[in-house]
């Protein structure tokens, strides 16, 4: 058995849309970054790369290749969930949390759970999401950006 975190932060935007756990979130902003910014599925995507020591998602969907340009970052979890099933992995579990000021995602989160467990090939209650806001402290509390952090075990099936 093996544990990851991953951790992923995208600045607010104007002009782009704002999608978390592959959910379009209704919002006058959204998030930066080379892809759909979706601050919640990198940080899941870096958890499961962490567990079975596969680097980080920079190393496989770098910002520098324009395959990735404007992706949807759940085309990226599914490449990811694929590589640990090639590497002999099975994920059991995935906890997250999204940190945001706002807007409120708590009516978002069945979705967000839905589309992470698809994606991974695991069954809705192996997949939790929390949303919390941080009382307005730190970047996120004044409103500059959204993070995320993701854990999960894996187990080698070899």
């Not at 995208?10 to 209704?26: F, M």
């Not at 680097?55 to 496989?60: A, E, S, V």
């Not at 950006?145 to 999960?152: D, L, M, Q, T």
Request: aromatic share 4%; proline share 3%.
């Amino acid at each position: 058995m093996r544990i990851g975190h991953g951790y992923d932060v995208h600045r607010i935007a104007d002009g782009r849309k704002l999608v978390i756990g592959g959910v379009t979130i209704p919002c006058e902003w959204g998030l930066s970054g080379h892809s759909d910014a979706d601050v919640l599925i990198h940080a899941v995507c870096d958890a499961l790369l962490g567990a079975a020591a596969l680097g980080d998602i920079g190393r496989h969907f770098p910002d520098s290749d324009n395959t990735y340009k404007n992706i949807d970052s759940r085309i990226l979890l599914r490449k990811t969930a694929a590589l640990l099933c090639e590497k002999g992995y099975r994920i059991g579990n995935i906890d997250a949390v999204v940190i945001a000021q706002r807007p409120k995602l708590a009516s978002y989160i069945p979705d967000m759970v839905k589309n992470i467990s698809e994606d991974c090939k695991i069954t809705h209650d192996s997949v939790n999401v929390k949303a919390t806001t941080e009382e307005g402290l730190g970047f996120t509390g004044r409103g500059e950006g959204i993070s995320a952090h993701a854990v999960c075990i894996i187990e080698n099936t070899h």
